[in-house]
């Protein structure tokens, strides 16, 4: 059974940086795509950064510049090294993976205030 644990979460100022990691446990098998999506209040989960097996990265425009996502395959970690916070980019971050038709964490709140 594949399960994602996250860690990383917190209350920061705007303008702060938060680090976010996720591990993956239960699998040997390589895990093509790994990212992170978030769903702030009465708003749908979007996308927020994605990285494949490869090294190839995706962000969604609004944290681009702002957010780095990175992995180490060995270990089969995430992170999201997330700077210059707003206040916008208060949600729940989710982790997810590709394997087993998709595999999510149980999310960790970021909550951006002064």
């Known amino acids: 059974q594949v399960q994602l644990v996250e860690s990383g979460g917190g209350l920061v100022q705007p303008g702060g940086s938060l680090r976010l990691s996720c591990a993956a446990s239960?699998?040997?098998?390589?895990?093509?795509?790994m990212g992170w999506y978030r769903q702030a209040p009465g708003k749908q989960r979007e996308l927020v950064a994605t990285?494949?097996?490869?090294?190839?990265?995706d962000y969604v425009d609004s944290v681009q510049g702002r957010f780095t996502v990175s992995r180490d395959n060995a270990k089969k970690i995430v992170y999201l090294q997330m700077n210059s916070l707003m206040a916008d980019d208060t949600a729940v971050y989710y982790c997810?993976?590709?394997?087993?038709?998709?595999?999510w964490g149980q999310g960790t709140q970021v909550t951006v205030s002064s």
């Open positions: 990285i494949s097996s490869g090294g190839s990265t």
């Open positions: 997810y993976a590709s394997i087993f038709g998709g595999r």
């Open positions: 239960g699998t040997s098998f390589r895990i093509p795509v």
